[in-house]
């Protein structure tokens, strides 16, 4: 049985409708490290109409604000989560640790 793996995938839930998955997990964290939507969209091979839609409806999903805009012009503007992103990123994150940690541990037995 050496061919056979464990596959998981984790989201966040809120009312019984998925909010938070692997890409939204990873559009937030790009855009929490690149401080700009076109940045982390560029940096994730998505176009900046498809991350903006992207993150739109995770926030209407959400049903909160994830992005603070930052104006200054092209070396000071850009974009920072806000706490509610930053927590929901957290909880995600750390969600996914735990299932992998506990998986990897029964892969191993």
Excluded: C, N
């Excluded at 929490?32 to 091979?45: C, M, T």
């Excluded at 993150?55 to 200054?72: C, D, M, S, W």
């Excluded at 070396?75 to 940690?101: D, I």
Aim: charged letters at 30%.
């Amino acid at each position: 049985m050496g061919d056979i793996e464990v596959r998981y995938k984790v989201w966040l839930v809120k009312d019984g409708k998925p909010i938070l998955g692997k890409g939204g997990a990873e559009l937030l964290k790009a855009i929490e490290e690149k401080g700009s939507l076109h940045a982390a969209a560029e940096a994730l091979g998505y176009s900046y109409s498809f991350a903006w839609s992207y993150l739109k409806k995770l926030e209407e999903r959400a049903g909160v604000t994830l992005i603070e805009r930052r104006r200054g012009g092209q070396r000071h503007g850009g974009m920072v989560l806000t706490e509610e992103a930053r927590k929901l990123l957290k909880l995600y994150l750390e969600a996914e640790r735990v299932v992998g940690e506990a998986l990897s541990q029964i892969q191993a037995d």
